[in-house]
């Protein structure tokens, strides 16, 4: 059992369409990070949120912070292709970094 | 700027090897965070460094060790390499222990036949 839980897993979907993707845990967070990773490279950090109940927005990205800080979202509004790559959740949990299992996101012209 | 960089970026052992991998940080970064990515466990974190002391470990056997020199250079090494260490190996690099802002290198991907 992985400490953080993405779903889905897998999302294909056609270009202009909404999605959202979630992360939750069991455990509490003081901060949350999401990162995309595009075939080949490593992971780009798109945003940290720290505050529970936070909601930061990053062009057609919206990320919110659960009130617990036991979970995240990550909301993308009209996808287009280039959103297609690997969402990852992170955070830390004492000495420990952990990553989610990941939602492999592929938008289709 | 120049971003992380890790070398060799692709490799090819045989079970019982061993490996020695490279990254170099941002310059001005002294934190090193090393990651394993597998499509069955995801991303799991390994060790970071900074300072050239080791301040965090993950859950990996003691196969898996590493050190970071006084440039910030880190490498990390795999003895007796096993199948399953097959993977992508990624590092990252911060200014600080805080890993809130970490910087990722292309990463390493080892196969071992």
């Known amino acids: 059992t992985q400490l953080l839980e993405q779903s889905p897993q897998f999302l294909s979907i056609q270009e202009g369409e909404n999605l959202t993707v979630y992360c939750n845990s069991s455990s509490v967070f003081s901060s949350l990070q999401w990162y995309r990773q595009e075939p080949g490279e490593g992971p780009v950090l798109l945003v940290t949120?720290?505050?529970?109940?936070e909601v930061k927005k990053l062009k057609r990205l919206t990320f919110q912070f659960g009130d617990a800080r036991k979970d995240s979202s990550l909301h993308i509004t009209a996808a287009q292709p280039g959103d297609t790559g690997l969402y990852l959740c992170a955070g830390a949990v004492g000495n420990q970094f952990y990553f989610g299992t990941g939602t492999s996101l592929t938008v289709i012209p | 700027k120049a971003g992380v960089t890790q070398t060799p970026r692709y490799l090819i052992k045989t079970r019982g090897q061993q490996v020695t991998l490279s990254c170099s940080p941002i310059s001005g970064h002294r934190s090193v965070s090393w990651y394993q990515q597998t499509p069955g466990q995801g991303l799991q974190f390994l060790f970071e460094y900074f300072s050239e002391t080791q301040r965090n470990k993950g859950n990996f056997p003691g196969r898996f060790s590493g050190r970071q020199f006084s440039n910030s250079r880190s490498e990390m090494n795999v003895s007796t390499l096993e199948l399953g260490d097959s993977a992508l190996y990624l590092c990252a690099s911060s200014l600080v222990v805080t890993r809130e802002t970490q910087y990722f290198g292309p990463g390493t991907r080892l196969l071992v036949l």
């Open positions: 949120v720290v505050t529970g109940g």
